[in-house]
């Protein structure tokens, strides 16, 4: 028995370089995690309260480009922001961003706008290129205005909205933050079509039937109305990011900011005090260092990579909060990876055993 443990002992022994040298040939082909090119993507986050005010902050997942070509996808069961009881209490309580599909019934768009599945990807190309894209259909209700259906709390709506970000070279940054249609509620209390105007002009609304994102005392929904500024992110600083998320020597970055300010009155029309909302809806950016140059071989930009193993993320949180438990920048450690190369390195444990126990007794 002793001889067989000793065997065993010394086959593991010569396995372990063997899977070190696999893993090693991986990673020296991957780009460098911390100043490499790199991508990211994110549906919608949240921040509540402008300069010297106190308030809240929500981050939804933001997908991170992997380290090896591939891409990493938000799924699908994000449907709406806030989606739980604690992202709700950081949110405030008021406010719903529908991004997803929905049930019958639960339509929160404008008649003859269906829910739709979101697309929201980073991606690192095979030629090493890092692109990002968030597309689908966005409507942000209030619910304190107590409609009888889901689209009667409705007062934005971006249909057919996408984001995309392309770093192909240091001179040749694309981005892109695009709408089929916009829909605002109206003063008739209607959703209507707006047209939202062209390059990095912004379209601004006044005395919207919009209230503040969560309760104060004495507030009326009466009297209470908001100015709404939407405009195109033009900034890396214009994102709301997680420390995770980073920019690099060149960065191209498109998205959606919806600017609130709501004016929150009592039932005689007193103004109580403003409440500032930041909302960015589609938010990515794309970063490489000096002097990349994209490897050769296959096709330049898009999101045309092959799905990545393992989603690799920042997950979701608060800023201001304990974040999980990651690496060093802030994504998910792609456990996956380690199992794997873990269940190759037992399963020729055990055939090679096999073999060796099987020539004993012939």
Known sequence: MTRFVTKAAALTAVLFPLAGVGVAGAQSQAVDEKTGPVSFANVASVRIGGEGQHGGALI???????????????????VTVPKDDGERATF????????????????????????????????????????????????????WQGGAGPSDDTVLVLEGAKTAVDCTG?????????????????????????????????????NLRLGPPGDITNASKETTVSD???????????????DGWRAGDFTAVAGWRVEITTHVK??????????????????VSCSIPKGFVAKAG?????????????????????????????????????????????????????????????????
């Open 60 to 78: 939804t997942e933001t997908q991170r480009s992997p380290l090896l070509p591939g891409q990493s996808k938000l799924g699908t069961d994000r």
């Open 92 to 143: 405030g309580g008021h406010y719903e961003i529908d991004l997803g599909r929905h049930s019958a019934g639960q339509n929160p768009y404008p008649p003859g706008v269906p829910s739709r599945d979101h697309n929201v990807v980073a991606a690192l190309q095979a030629t090493t290129v890092p692109t990002a894209v968030a597309e689908t259909n966005y409507a942000l209700r209030d619910n």
């Open 170 to 206: 240091p001179a040749k940054l694309t981005s892109a933050s695009t709408v089929t249609r916009l829909w605002v509620r109206q003063a008739g209390g209607a959703l209507g079509i707006v047209p939202m105007p062209g390059g990095n002009a912004g379209l601004q609304l006044s």
């Open 228 to 242: 709404l500024k939407l405009t195109r992110v033009t900034a890396f600083d214009q994102l709301i990011r997680q």
């Open 266 to 283: 009592d039932a005689q029309g007193a103004a109580l005090q403003d409440v500032r909302t930041n909302i960015v809806l589609g938010g």
């Open 298 to 362: 296959g096709p330049a930009g898009g999101t045309s990579a092959s799905q990545a193993a393992v989603p690799t993320q920042v997950p979701a949180g608060y800023l201001g909060a304990a974040a999980p438990a990651t690496d060093g920048d802030g994504s998910r450690v792609p456990l996956g990876i380690g199992l794997l190369f873990g269940g190759v390195f037992f399963a020729v444990v055990a055939l090679l055993l096999g073999r060796r126990r099987r020539s004993g007794t012939d």
